[in-house]
Structure formats: structure tokens, C-alpha cells
């Protein structure tokens, strides 16, 4: 059965030139969605098995000889391209050199992202993974200091009408639905917050943004992986680290922008898209000079 996305359904076609096929077997071997399978010493092509052709590309990817190629499900053989030289690619060490470089940024110059360098980040966070293929993530741009201020502006003033909710009255009544852990955030996080961006705004000052000049919006779709704007996001903040660029994930405003149907609405977010994730980008204004070791909750082999 043909597995349906935000951007895609039914099957990718596949066809394979038999004149250059030997028959290795790769194809078959990488292939999950399980159109491929071997009958003899042919690779046949039925898309009634598993899932039928998603569209992900590997075997044309892996195939030694170029014969076979895959149409649809946003997918095309314009988009297999060549690997890039082993000797271009980053090794560990200089991969976990740039993360460590890597620091969550809240002053910034004041000068803007150009459009070119956004573009590159755009373009980086394509080769993000995702749950299903084709990616269902999209991104709101929201560049130049004044849109992000009326981005701010709008997503605090959403936040003001709901702050009741996280007060004291709204906890007690909300905590038999939602649980400890709701009541605890909102006493500790969410409703001090709230109070601390809208006296910063009163003050004619952006504490949701922290006057960046650029804030990339992930979200996507209710059929990808609940996880993969998250994942593009990272990729953005490791392509934007490698630019000279700093940023920040804020994940205080997604969930206000899920619930608020006016903000989806001017911000072209579809009203059934999935919490998301937004990242703050911009010239660094402090310079680190020392990088700073993380640890994780846990870390347990079975």
C-alpha cells in the first residue's frame, strides 16, 4: 500500500534499462519500500509488495551502472548528483570541532543575514533526514529586524491571552488533566516568561528574539516524523556555525503558534501543521573564547 505524506501519494515509477542491468542485486538489497525483488537473475519491479516505491532514491544512488531510474513522489534523476571527494568531506574531528564551536547566541550585531547566506542554510537543511521521504518540513523565513519584532509582538500578545492558563488559578484547574510535570513547567517557566516578555516589550525591547535579524520557523506536516523540524533545525544551526553565523533554538513560541489559528493564518503556516521549532540566526555580537562541555542524561547499553 502507497504510504501518503503532506507532499506525496501513491508510488514513485521505476525503470530499469535491462540492456545495462547485470543484475548485482544492490538495488534490491537497499530497496525498503520493497518494489525490487530478485527472480532469477532479473531485478523485477512489483509496486503491489510492502509499501511500493517511496521515492527515497537509493537505488539509484547505489546502482554501479546508472540503470535505473526513479520518477515521482517529488523525486526526479535530476536529484541524484555525485558524492562529494572523500578528501572534501569532514572528518570527526573537525565535525565535532564546529559543534563545539558552536554556542547558543542571544546578542547579535546589528546587521543583517544576507539573502545568499540564508540561501545556503536553506540549502543545507535539504539534506536533513526525514521520517518519510519526500520532506514535509517547511520553513518560515522571517528576515530583517522589524518583521521579526512584529513576529515577536504577535506571538506575545497570543501568549498574554492564554497567560490565565499558567497562573495560579489555571494550574489548579488544569493540573488534574495535564499532570505534575504541566503544573511545575508552567509555575517555574512558562507563566514567569510570559510576564518577562511583555515587560520587555513594554520597555520597547524583543526578549522572545533577542533583536536577531533572522528567525527560521521549522514545521511540518501531521504525516512526517514528529521530530523532523527538529532535526532540520540542527542542521541549519551546524550550516549557519559554518557561515560565521550564531544562533538559537526558541521553543517557547511553537507551542502557541500550533494553538493559534490568526498566526498560522498571516504567517502562511498550514492550520494543520505540527508544533515546530524556531531558530534565531545573526552575527555574533561576543566572541567565545572557550568552548563548554555538555553532558547528557543517560547514556545506558543493553
Known amino acids: ?44 519491479v512489483d509496486q503491489a509488495r510492502v509499501f511500493g516505491c517511496i521515492g527515497c532514491g537509493q537505488c539509484m544512488a547505489v546502482c554501479p551502472r546508472d540503470c535505473i531510474t526513479v520518477t515521482g513522489r517529488a523525486f526526479s534523476p535530476e536529484d541524484v548528483i555525485p558524492l562529494p571527494p572523500a578528501a572534501k568531506r569532514a572528518g570527526f574531528d573537525a565535525l565535532k570541532n564546529l559543534m563545539l564551536s558552536r554556542r547558543s547566541v542571544r546578542k547579535f550585531k546589528d546587521k543583517p543575514v544576507v539573502r545568499a547566506v540564508i540561501e545556503k542554510i536553506v540549502d543545507a537543511v535539504a539534506t536533513a533526514p526525514m521520517g518519510l521521504p519526500p520532506s514535509d518540513v517547511e520553513i518560515l523565513v522571517v528576515d530583517r529586524k522589524e518583521k521579526v519584532r512584529e513576529f515577536a509582538e504577535d506571538i506575545i500578545a497570543v501568549m498574554a491571552k492564554s497567560k490565565f492558563l499558567f497562573g495560579l488559578a489555571g494550574r489548579t484547574l488544569l493540573r488534574p488533566l495535564f499532570g505534575k510535570i504541566f503544573a511545575e513547567t508552567a509555575a517555574t517557566f512558562i507563566y514567569p516568561a510570559i510576564s518577562y516578555f511583555e515587560e520587555a516589550l513594554a520597555r520597547g525591547e524583543d526578549s522572545l528574539f533577542y533583536g536577531a535579524p533572522l528567525v527560521l520557523y521549522f514545521h511540518a506536516s501531521p504525516y512526517a516524523d514528529p521530530v523532523d523540524a527538529q532535526v532540520a533545525a540542527t542542521y541549519a544551526m551546524l550550516a549557519a556555525e559554518s557561515l560565521g553565523l550564531g544562533s538559537c533554538m526558541i521553543g517557547t513560541p511553537a507551542y502557541f503558534i500550533k494553538y493559534s489559528g490568526k498566526l498560522k493564518e498571516k504567517y502562511g503556516i498550514p492550520p494543520k501543521n505540527n508544533q515546530g521549532i524556531a531558530v534565531i540566526f545573526g552575527h555574533p555580537a561576543v566572541k567565545f573564547r572557550k568552548a563548554l562541555k555538555r553532558s547528557l542524561g543517560g547514556v545506558r547499553y543493553y
Open 1 to 44: 500500500m502507497a504510504l501518503k505524506t503532506g507532499r506525496a501519494e501513491g508510488t514513485a515509477s521505476v525503470v530499469i534499462d535491462y540492456q545495462k542491468c547485470t543484475a548485482c542485486g544492490l538495488c534490491v538489497a537497499i530497496c525498503k519500500g520493497a518494489p525490487l525483488y530478485m527472480e532469477g537473475k532479473k531485478v523485477k
